[in-house]
T-cell receptor, first 114, second 111 residues
């Protein structure tokens, strides 16, 4: 399956712990996006990355959240000191280019904070 | 600030009939619109899109209509099939990578 791969699919953390979500884009795609879906809401843009660069992190909370897309390996979305409000589905998407167009989404990582 | 709105959270339709999903937007800079379909526990999958230079785009059973003056678009599915039961998200972008999504409409196709 050459689609966008996310892991883990489900992650349970206690308040104050760290959550680390991983995303491997589709083969040939160098643009990665993270979106968050809270219950009963649509997907909200968080961050856009290219290899080794954060292009736009305007949708990411200023504290506790960070993202990276290293030269080698998957993109990582890291949430430090998780709180209950971080419980959500986190979707990664990729695209071959940066302009307007279709994004290819992974199956998502569902974070539950106890 | 919800720039894309899907005011109907759910829609129930008889198999074989037409499903019409509606979407309104507020940002006049949006010029590219997409519909995504999502099954439970899966990621959204692209369905159909339309550029602001068009008012209609058709792909098989799916047609998207765009009314720029009303800032409104709709998705028509005809005939509806049981496999169409899913959540449908309307999304829009202003000629860039950032998609703004609506909250989704859950479609249930009854046999």
């Amino acid at each position: 399956n050459a689609g966008v791969m996310q892991n883990p699919r489900h992650l349970v953390r206690r308040r104050g712990q760290e959550a680390r979500l991983r995303c491997s884009p589709m083969k040939g795609h160098s643009h990665v996006y993270w979106y968050r879906q809270l219950p009963e809401e649509g997907l909200k843009f968080m961050v856009y990355l290219q290899k080794e660069n954060i292009i736009d992190e305007s949708g990411m909370p200023k504290e506790r959240f960070s993202a990276e897309f290293p030269k080698e390996g998957p993109s990582i979305l890291r949430i430090q000191q998780v709180v209950r409000g971080d419980s959500a589905a986190y979707f990664c998407a990729s695209s071959p280019g940066s302009g307007a167009g279709e994004l290819f989404f992974g199956e998502g990582s569902r974070l539950t904070v106890l | 600030d919800q720039q894309v709105k899907q005011n109907s959270p759910s829609l129930s339709v008889q198999e074989g009939r037409i499903s019409i999903l509606n979407c309104d937007y507020t940002n006049s800079m949006f010029d590219y619109f997409l519909w995504y379909k999502k099954y439970p526990a899966e990621g959204p999958t692209f369905l159909i899109s339309i550029s602001s230079i068009k008012d209609k785009n058709e792909d098989g059973r799916f047609t998207v209509f765009l009314n720029k003056s009303a800032k409104h678009l709709s998705l028509h599915i005809v005939p509806s099939q049981p496999g169409d039961s899913a959540v449908y998200f309307c999304a829009a972008s202003a000629n860039d990578y950032k998609l703004s999504f609506g909250a989704g409409t859950t479609v249930t196709v009854r046999a």
